[in-house]
């Protein structure tokens, strides 16, 4: 009995995306930013998506599988005004991206991808959230 219990419970771990889905092979692709968070000085704002239609504001980042990425924003954020077209590169839970243009502009993001949605997240030194954002896959 044990030996099924654990029988099952391996097959369901291989049927599942975790062995296979790689964050390498999730990431390739066009995101669209459908809600943020930032923190300011009157406190952390959540913009919805709503918002971000009704004053036609939007974020997208098509990261490619040779390791480039590209972005189009019309945010104020002033870290994603700050982000110039470049490469990407991960390593464990984090998204570094890197300007080609100035390679002193590397900007690292922590990362979740779950069911075709893209997580990132920017703190300062003082664990102030700079940048919280989700996206959905186009």
Same mark, same amino acid.
């Given at each position: 009995?044990?030996?099924?219990?654990?029988? !099952?419970?391996?097959?369901? %771990?291989? &049927?599942? +995306?975790?062995?296979?889905? &790689? =964050?390498?092979?999730?990431? =390739?692709? @066009?995101?669209?930013?459908?809600?943020?968070?930032?923190? !300011?000085?009157?406190?952390?704002?959540?913009?919805?998506?709503?918002?971000? /239609?009704?004053?036609?504001?939007? %974020?997208?980042?098509? $990261?490619?599988?040779?390791?480039?990425? !590209?972005?189009?924003?019309?945010?104020?954020? #002033?870290?994603?005004?700050?982000? &110039?077209?470049?490469? %990407?590169?991960? +390593? /464990?839970?984090?998204?570094? #991206?890197?300007?080609?243009?100035?390679?002193?502009?590397?900007?690292?993001?922590?990362?979740?991808? !779950?069911?075709?949605? #893209?997580? #990132? @997240?920017?703190?300062?030194? +003082?664990?102030?959230?700079? $940048?919280?954002? $989700?996206?959905? &896959?186009?």
């Amino acid at each position: 009995m044990a030996k099924k219990l654990y029988f !099952t419970k391996m097959l369901n %771990w291989l &049927r599942s +995306s975790e062995m296979f889905a &790689r =964050p390498s092979k999730q990431i =390739p692709g @066009l995101w669209h930013l459908v809600e943020y968070y930032e923190e !300011t000085d009157e406190g952390l704002q959540n913009i919805k998506e709503s918002q971000l /239609k009704s004053e036609n504001k939007y %974020w997208n980042i098509e $990261f490619k599988g040779d390791n480039n990425f !590209t972005h189009y924003s019309n945010l104020s954020v #002033l870290l994603i005004s700050e982000i &110039r077209n470049g490469n %990407w590169n991960i +390593s /464990k839970n984090f998204i570094t #991206l890197n300007s080609v243009q100035n390679s002193g502009n590397i900007i690292e993001f922590q990362f979740a991808v !779950t069911n075709d949605q #893209l997580k #990132l @997240l920017k703190k300062d030194a +003082s664990g102030r959230i700079e $940048f919280f954002g $989700f996206f959905n &896959r186009q």
